[in-house]
């Protein structure tokens, strides 16, 4: 008698020298226990799982941004204006230099006046006017200094605020329709600053705020919210524009509440389908286009010495 035929030895197929008897439940190769992963029925190999997981379609909100369960792009922006703050602390100058400011004048000493034209050869421009344009977005990551106005209740209200209404529409919109709508907002305050009141110097991030408060009106319509209280906290922001006016930048608040509203109904009714993402980035560069037309025209009219 001869003894049997020993049975074929089979390896796994990304570890060739690893004995393997387990088959991946999806491809039917031979794995090993370290290319194992749970399935719902047996196991999986490593390439298979991440195969599955493209082609597995991830959660959308109402109005098609990604699902997130942590408001990433609010801790970021209240970072950000909270290192600003420190920042200017440190060095005052700051605010100066990087608050939305349209049109001004300064001489050598760093003495500012009010923008006039022509000017004489003693002094420079400053400003958006200047070519300063950055400051459009950078005065909005800056606060009034404790010394001034309502002191360091400005950042800390404006913060509070920020944090509360910031994760109810970062939720709804996903990060990148969120970030979007921030800055929009917080360029569209600066812009109507610009077209009505140039030579005032404003900070803050009331005007994104203010955004953000009519993106949330907005979104309370289009979800069906129970819209009384959406509607009341409406009502307190807007009384709020109009109590706070005589202390801080009514054209801002105005301007981030006109831009913040007309991006996100561009978000809530743009048809569904492969076509809206496109539809609501067509609207946000639209409104972008427009805002810098007009910071462009108010420049030049500045320049020729209009008022």
């Known amino acids: 008698m001869t003894a049997p035929e020993s ?18 439940t999806r491809c039917d190769r031979y794995i090993c226990p370290d290319c194992m992963r749970e399935a719902a029925v047996g196991h999986q190999c490593v390439e298979c799982v991440k195969e599955g997981a493209r082609t ?8 098609g941004g990604r699902v997130s369960a942590v408001p990433v792009v609010t801790y970021v922006l209240v970072a950000l204006n909270a290192l600003a703050y420190l920042a200017e602390l440190a060095r005052p100058s700051i605010v100066d230099r990087f608050g939305m400011l349209g049109a001004g004048l300064e001489d050598a000493d760093g003495v500012h006046y009010l923008w006039q034209y022509p000017y004489g050869p003693g002094v420079h421009a400053e400003g958006v006017v200047a070519g300063q344009w950055e400051r459009l977005l950078t005065g909005a990551f800056l606060h009034m200094p404790p010394t001034e106005g ?5 950042i800390v209200m404006n913060m509070a605020s920020l944090w509360s209404i910031g994760r109810v529409v970062e939720a709804q919109l996903g990060r990148a329709r969120y970030l979007a709508l921030y800055l929009l907002s917080a360029l569209g305050g600066s812009v109507l ?3 009505i009141a140039p030579g005032t110097m404003t900070v803050g991030a009331s005007g994104a705020i203010f955004g953000l408060g009519a993106a949330y009106w907005v979104m309370g319509r289009r979800l069906g919210y129970d819209m009384r209280a959406v509607n009341q906290y409406m009502a307190g922001l807007l009384l709020w524009l109009v109590i706070s006016a005589w202390m ?5 608040h105005l301007g981030g ?3 913040g509203g007309t991006v996100t109904l561009a978000y809530a009714y743009a048809p569904r389908g492969g ?12 409104l972008l286009a427009l805002l810098v037309v007009l910071t462009a025209v108010k420049v030049s009219s500045l320049k020729a010495g209009a008022a």
């Open 150 to 154: 309502i002191g360091i209740m400005h």
């Open 193 to 195: 600053v610009l077209l």
């Open 56 to 63: 597995v379609r991830q959660a959308r909100t109402a109005f």
């Open 248 to 252: 801080t930048s009514w054209q801002g």
């Open 275 to 286: 076509r809206r993402t496109l539809l609501q980035a067509g609207a946000c560069v639209a």
């Open 257 to 259: 509440l006109l831009a």
């Open 7 to 24: 049975a074929a030895v089979t390896t796994c197929f990304r570890h060739p020298k690893v004995e393997s008897h387990v088959r991946c």
